[in-house]
């Protein structure tokens, strides 16, 4: 899966410039007001091999340092409907620094109205938002802790 949703995919030198493209992507129209880099928890690495089902509305991570994989925010509840793409920048690459961007409910609201993968490829540098979904339920303020 390419990123068909990202309308100028850019080049960037860094997660930092990864968090700005999925902090202006405002998926579903909304305002982004957390992005979270993601973290492997059992090592510490910060790249990633990711399948997502866009239509469904989930990812998973996978770790290339230690084959950790993750779940993103609420994925496990859709996971066993969901027929995930292995993500692929243009240029051919696998691998990505992955931010997860979250869209709150109203200005001052722990709860997360819509959630946006952003990928950076690690071979050339290009990011996209690869997928999101809206969230429709409450409490999902605890979402934020499952990037």
Do not use: N
């Amino acid at each position: 899966m390419t990123p068909e949703k990202a309308q100028d995919p850019e080049y960037g030198d860094g997660v930092t410039s990864l968090v700005e493209y999925v902090k202006d992507y405002r998926a579903g129209g909304h305002r982004i007001d957390t992005v979270i880099e993601s973290v492997c928890a059992g090592c510490g690495g910060r790249v990633f091999e990711i399948g997502v089902d866009d239509e469904v509305g989930c990812a998973e991570r996978l770790c290339v340092a230690c084959d950790d994989s993750v779940l993103i925010a609420d994925s496990a509840d859709h996971w066993s409907e969901a027929e995930p793409a292995q993500c692929e920048c243009p240029c051919g690459g696998s691998e990505f620094a992955i931010a997860v961007g979250f869209a709150p409910v109203a200005d001052g609201s722990d709860d997360v109205r819509w959630v946006s993968i952003g990928l950076r490829c690690v071979r050339d540098g290009m990011s996209g938002v690869y997928a999101d979904w809206k969230i429709d339920y409450s409490p999902s303020g605890h979402l934020r802790d499952m990037a």
